[in-house]
């Protein structure tokens, strides 16, 4: 059974950093193309960022590119997403997802979600 | 980063069908289809049609998924209590390189 754990979420100022991390089970991690995706309180769902599980290859949202950096440890079967510069517009629960493929694919299961509130 | 359009919501009465809608253009939903979420409150979305419109295992038959053009349909028979929850429609957008969802529509069962 795929299970996907995600940590790492809290309140931020604005203009600071965190990371979030997701510990993945039930998979063999390398072979899948991980996702972030957030969910502004009362909102609907906005893909943040990819990463590829075979070369790494990583792709953003316009909104969070140059502050946030996805990344992977393979030998760990986690996933990472360093968020910097945080606003107050990235308040959201923050889902990892898998992919069904190694370079992508649909939103095959998710996380329960971690909370990043951005306030001072 | 234009989204796809879902709308807001839809009602149907208990064992009735609902059809919910999903429009974006040739680039995305046109071009490889959409994938359906289910998010029930409090919960994480779970995906209940690929975009080639197959189920996952273990979601039920009376979730059926379909395209015409630029336009994704799931259709949802025999409504029950449960089916009550947020739908997300999502594609791929091959021109913008990124992932897009729909707006989301909430399906109460009266």
């Known amino acids: 059974e795929v299970q996907l754990l995600e940590s790492g979420g809290g309140l931020v100022q604005p203009g600071g950093s965190l990371r979030l991390s997701c510990a993945a089970s039930?998979?063999?991690?390398?072979?899948?193309?991980m996702r972030w995706v957030r969910q502004a309180p009362g909102k609907g769902l906005e893909w943040v960022s990819t990463i590829s599980g075979s070369d790494g290859s990583t792709y953003y949202a316009d909104s969070v590119k140059g502050r946030f950096t996805i990344s992977r440890d393979n030998s760990k079967n986690t996933l990472y997403l360093q968020m910097n510069s945080l606003r107050a517009e990235d308040t959201a629960v923050y889902y990892c997802?898998?992919?069904?493929?190694?370079?992508?694919?649909?939103?095959?299961?998710w996380g329960q979600g971690t909370l990043v509130t951005v306030s001072s | 980063q234009a989204g796809l359009t879902q709308p807001p919501s839809v009602s149907k009465g208990l064992r009735q069908t609902a059809t919910l809608t999903c429009t974006g253009n040739?680039?995305?939903?046109?071009?490889?289809?959409a994938a359906w979420l289910q998010q029930h409150q409090g919960h994480p979305p779970k995906i209940i049609s690929y975009r080639d419109n197959n189920r996952p295992s273990g979601i039920s038959e009376r979730f059926s998924a379909s395209r015409s053009g630029n336009t994704a349909s799931l259709t949802i028979t025999g409504l029950q209590p449960e089916d009550e929850a947020d739908y997300y429609c999502s594609a791929w957008d091959s021109s913008l390189s990124v992932w897009v969802f729909g707006g989301g529509t909430k399906l109460t069962v009266i």
């Open positions: 040739s680039n995305n939903v046109g071009n490889q289809g």
């Open positions: 997802a898998k992919g069904t493929s190694y370079s992508g694919g649909d939103f095959d299961s």
């Open positions: 039930g998979f063999t991690f390398s072979n899948y193309a």
